[in-house]
């Protein structure tokens, strides 16, 4: 039975150490000091509105101010006594001049009214009457409509204490009237000195790395930590340790990551994928464990630099597996094996194999090290004369570009078996068989590179074309006209039987577009020697000018008039005109509905061309 009394008495922690002055709240210093100051010099505004997440304090801070501005003994220090008739009252929930209202349950139209009706009352003790309104946001619009001419003009006894989570909800007009403050979300270091206050107070014992974790699952709320802390503390017979957290919480433990980490280093993908498949066993997501392994690999990269050891919210003792494990590795290595984690964690959703998602990112990861030792090891003296010599080809200095931190996402990953004192220098290209034909339309253009030819290190990634010097290059010719005298006249009829023939072929040629263009209108003969031929738009212009000197040889040398000409015509924007390209399928839809370039416009989206 006495055991059963105690369970009775039991307080949870986010109530039993809730704080009742403005020194105890945690984390929370720049809205308190402004509150104590604003109390000082009696510069008390009549609307307040605390924002900020869940369990950062704003409830508790409005109870302060409260019990603050009605202490009868506060004085100079700006701290309720706690021990007057106004600080008691309140503490025993007696009090006639501090009200709190829950908007979340009465949020109606007419709890507002009744609300401003009881302004109307003065204080029966102390000196103002407040009102603290919790969750505001849920107030409906009517409510809040009600609720503006009193929270403008109030008299000048009442204050009003509003809080919120979602500030975004309330309306400008009601936020215009208020003082507003933000509270933070509370830092891990400030959460877990606060947990270990706690634990001593309580008798329970506790291990530093156990309170950190904690103060991490919390996610910046306090009274979420001190859930968990009440929950760990049951859990594990009051002896709040690493072990009992990760267990109880369902969070991955540090050392896995520090183990993977060093198979990775040493390139033991066998040894890498065993360890993930231990995790795997032990319940944890394979999504989850990525996104840790990312993590774990950016608190790396960060206690790199003295300068930046402060953004690691872990223990001190966490804080020295960092600083020891980072001696080991390089700036080049953790850039890429976060680029190789954060893709893997991109890809897992959509993935259908998403084991084969996580254990494909640890052999790339494995393998790392070997490909950034290629990438490090020194220049040849041909690799170097290959910066200065001219392309034989191209007579265009052909340049190798610095040697760069490789990103494990853009470089194929090499064996981890091939080591500097393996490789060999690059065979010489074969005499290729066929001379490549470089089209009229490029100006130079740089022959296919055999596939017989092993590129080995990063520094060779360019193929060399010293061995091409010998090859004859045999440049196509442009086509160019027929020329002649002869001048016989054309009739309409004439013009569009060869013009016929032409499109057929075309046809046995394979030019099903030019096929179809030509095909698609008639063309017409003026003044006995200029061809008029309409398109539709700029692409089938283009496409008849390509072919336009093939054309006109033909028509030419079988009507036997060389004086013929060819003329396109772009005709005017019709009602049912096809549409080919983006701009044109673009101008379109804004012509139908102009919603659509406000939409452009207000996303800054760009035409894929």
């Not at 470089?411 to 004192?421: L, N």
């Not at 010719?477 to 032409?502: C, D, F, I």
Request: charged share 25%; hydrophobic share 40%.
């Amino acid at each position: 039975m006495a055991n059963l009394g105690a369970m009775d008495n039991f307080i949870v922690s986010a109530r039993k150490y809730r704080p009742v002055t403005f020194e105890s709240v945690v984390g929370q210093s720049h809205i308190t000091n402004t509150l104590k100051n604003a109390i000082k010099t009696n510069q008390l505004a009549q609307a307040f509105l605390f924002c900020g997440p869940r369990g950062v304090g704003k409830t508790t801070c409005a109870r302060i101010l409260a019990k603050t501005i009605n202490c009868q003994q506060s004085g100079q220090s700006a701290e309720p006594c706690g021990t007057c008739e106004s600080c008691q009252s309140f503490q025993n929930g007696t009090s006639f001049s501090i009200h709190e209202l829950d908007a979340a349950s009465n949020n109606s139209v007419e709890d507002i009214r009744n609300l401003t009706e009881q302004v109307r009352i003065p204080p029966q003790t102390g000196k103002y009457k407040i009102y603290i309104i919790d969750e505001v946001h849920m107030l409906s619009s009517a409510a809040f409509n009600a609720f503006l001419k009193t929270l403008e003009e109030p008299p000048p006894y009442a204050i009003f204490i509003l809080a919120t989570t979602e500030k975004h909800k309330i309306i400008p007009t009601i936020l215009s009237r208020c003082q507003i403050f933000d509270f933070n979300r509370i830092k891990v270091e400030d959460m877990a000195q606060h947990l270990a206050a706690i634990a001593q107070k309580e008798g329970i014992a506790f291990e530093a790395e156990g309170l950190h974790i904690i103060a991490q699952k919390a996610d910046g709320g306090l009274r979420d930590a001190l859930s968990m802390f009440d929950q760990l503390a049951s859990f594990s017979n009051r002896n709040i340790s690493y072990k009992a957290v990760i267990e109880n919480l369902n969070i991955l433990d540090y050392d896995y990551y520090f183990q993977l980490t060093e198979a990775l280093l040493a390139q033991q993908a066998a040894k890498s994928l065993l360890i993930f498949d231990e995790i795997l066993n032990k319940g944890f997501d394979g999504n989850h464990f990525i996104i840790g392994l990312a993590s774990h690999f950016r608190n790396l990269l960060v206690a790199q630099d003295p300068s930046t050891t402060q953004l690691l919210e872990v223990s001190e003792t966490i804080r020295t597996k960092y600083l020891a494990q980072t001696q080991q590795t390089n700036a080049s290595f953790l850039v890429s094996a976060l680029s190789v984690a954060n893709q893997c964690d991109l890809n897992y959703r959509s993935s259908k194999n998403q084991r084969l998602q996580v254990e494909l990112a640890l052999i790339k990861l494995a393998h790392l090290p070997s490909v950034l030792n290629l990438s490090s090891l020194p220049e040849t003296e041909e690799v170097k004369k290959k910066r200065v010599e001219p392309d034989p080809i191209t007579e265009i200095p052909v340049s190798i570009p610095e040697k760069q931190e490789i990103v494990a996402e853009e470089v194929e990953i090499v064996p981890a078996a091939i080591t500097p004192e393996a490789i060999v220098e690059i065979p010489e290209a074969p005499e290729p068989e066929v001379v490549p034909e470089i089209p009229s339309e490029s100006p130079s253009i740089e022959p296919e590179v055999p596939k017989s030819v092993n590129l080995v290190a990063p520094s060779t990634l360019i193929p060399n074309l010293n061995d091409w010097a010998s090859a004859t290059v045999v440049e196509e010719k442009k086509p160019e006209y027929v020329s002649g005298e002869s001048a016989e006249s054309v009739t309409q009829e004439m013009l569009h039987n060869r013009w016929r023939t032409y499109t057929e072929q075309v046809k046995k040629d394979g030019k099903i577009n030019l096929f179809t263009l030509l095909n698609s209108g008639n063309p017409t003969l003026n003044d006995g020697y200029l061809i008029e031929f309409t398109l539709e738009n700029k692409v089938q212009e283009e496409l008849l000018l390509h072919e336009r000197v093939e054309l006109l040889n033909f028509l030419r040398t079988d009507l036997n008039n060389f004086q013929l000409e060819l003329k396109t015509i772009v005709a005017e924007q019709a009602e049912g005109k096809r549409l080919y390209t983006s701009t044109e399928k673009y101008e379109y839809m804004v012509e139908k509905n102009s919603a659509v370039e406000e939409f452009r416009k207000t996303f800054n989206l760009d035409l894929e061309i």
